[in-house]
């Protein structure tokens, strides 16, 4: 968990190991049911609408983020990063990418 911590200031994107279901991951799920039932409290306050509130909300969207390194433009190129960014949402959906190639060929 140290580790996992430490990571996080010196780089900015960490990998969660084993996800929702891993050490990391289940106190992060955790601090999210936490401050979703504070909402709910302090919004309904009295109010029992008997709902599960250890589950997460509907997602608005889905993230879906894709990177290589691949040698471009001929195979024999040095490999450089290839980035392809999508967003999908209710009624809309965004796709960005970013791609590079070796312009020094040897």
Same mark, same amino acid.
């Given at each position: 968990?140290? +580790? =996992?911590?430490?990571?996080? #200031?010196? %780089?900015?994107?960490?990998?969660?190991?084993?996800?929702?279901?891993? *050490?990391?991951?289940?106190?992060? @799920? @955790?601090?999210?049911?936490?401050? !979703?039932?504070? =909402?709910?409290?302090?919004?309904?306050?009295?109010?029992?609408?008997? !709902?599960? +509130?250890?589950?997460?909300?509907? *997602? +608005?969207?889905?993230?879906?983020? #894709?990177?290589?390194?691949?040698?471009? *433009?001929? *195979?024999?190129?040095?490999?450089?990063? !290839?980035?392809?960014?999508?967003?999908?949402? !209710?009624?809309? =959906?965004?796709?960005?990418?970013? =791609?590079?190639?070796? +312009?020094?060929? %040897?």
């Amino acid at each position: 968990m140290e +580790t =996992f911590v430490s990571s996080l #200031l010196e %780089q900015p994107e960490v990998p969660v190991i084993g996800a929702a279901k891993g *050490p990391a991951g289940s106190l992060i @799920k @955790k601090l999210f049911i936490d401050a !979703q039932r504070a =909402f709910k409290s302090t919004d309904e306050e009295g109010s029992s609408t008997g !709902q599960n +509130t250890s589950q997460f909300p509907r *997602p +608005t969207g889905r993230e879906f983020i #894709l990177r290589t390194s691949v040698p471009r *433009p001929a *195979p024999y190129s040095k490999p450089t990063h !290839q980035r392809m960014f999508c967003v999908l949402m !209710q009624d809309e =959906f965004r796709i960005a990418g970013a =791609f590079s190639e070796d +312009t020094s060929f %040897q």
